[in-house]
């Protein structure tokens, strides 16, 4: 999960601040994250899959389809 989570910031030639100011925690708490030092928070998890426009189940290492699901509304 974090190899997956470092390879989107990385493809979109992001920094880790620059993340971790559009998450609203600190640089220090994203690079814990990436090393898998700390789990990472379904809320971020999500907030992340939106940002980089994926699935949570890719980023979690559940599929290797990168295309986010479609939302149904209700």
Do not use: C, F, W
């Amino acid at each position: 999960m974090y190899e997956r989570v470092r390879a989107m910031r990385e493809d979109r030639d992001m920094t880790q601040a620059q993340i971790a100011r559009l998450l609203h925690i600190h640089q220090t708490t994203y690079s814990d994250y990436e090393l898998g030092n700390l789990n990472i928070p379904i809320s971020i998890l999500i907030q992340l899959a939106d940002l980089y426009a994926t699935s949570v189940d890719y980023l979690v290492g559940r599929t290797d389809v990168t295309a986010p699901y479609s939302h149904k509304k209700v």
